[in-house]
């Protein structure tokens, strides 16, 4: 079997319907119709959905993935994962990641975002990394939370949100790091984590400065094919 040389990150945030869309402009934002159509071109054209860990084991050169292996990832946690993506992915027996900000996880009905019962409930689906429990913001000069604040507050905060989640995975808010961003998740304990850089993950890449190819509003099915064809 064909082993593959990279493997394509999806990245995704928020789903809406079609009739439903006040975010027109937002490009986190998109059709759950467009998702659907591109999970479908994955299923029938026999892409492999795959583990963070299996990503891992692969930069690492530990593990063979077959050629058209692919992971998708969600950001922030939005409920819109549970209501849209949750059942497509569940319908093509897929696998995807949520990074999730542990701040906003929540018991109440009607939330915008996940609650604890809906996180249990597509863990069939769906695995969780961190986003962060409380830096997913900015701040006047608009610089990552995860930048600015004091060591000992991040500290505490990733500790936290590894904690809750049981991840050594981790997202950057608004892809903002330095290098002692990296150093920080290292003695922390994460592993892995990933940008907002678009480009196909490698063997032996960086393990803190992994790329993702955003799809927005605005990526038409044939970019998508493009992008999970290697053809960009």
Known sequence: MKSAKEVPVLMYHHLVKKNDN???KDPCV????DFEKQMKYLYENDFNTITLKELEMFIKGEMDLPFKSILITFDDG???SFLYAY??????????VNFIITNKISNEKGIKYLNKEKLNKM???FEYGSHTHNLHREDKNNRSF??????KELIKDLRLSMSILNTKYFAYPFGDYEEDTINLLKEVGFVMAFTVTGGNVKLKDDMFKLKRNHVGPNTTIDEFIKIVENKV
Do not use: C, G, Q, W
């Not at 998109?30 to 119709?33: P, S």
């Not at 059942?87 to 995807?96: E, H, N, T, V």
């Not at 995860?146 to 060591?151: G, S, V």
């Open 78 to 80: 939005y409920e819109s």
């Open 87 to 96: 059942p497509i992915l569940r319908k093509f027996s897929f696998k995807a």
């Open 22 to 24: 006040k975010f027109k």
């Open 123 to 125: 863990s069939d689906v």
């Open 30 to 33: 998109i059709n759950n119709k």
């Open 146 to 151: 995860l930048i600015t604040k004091p060591r």
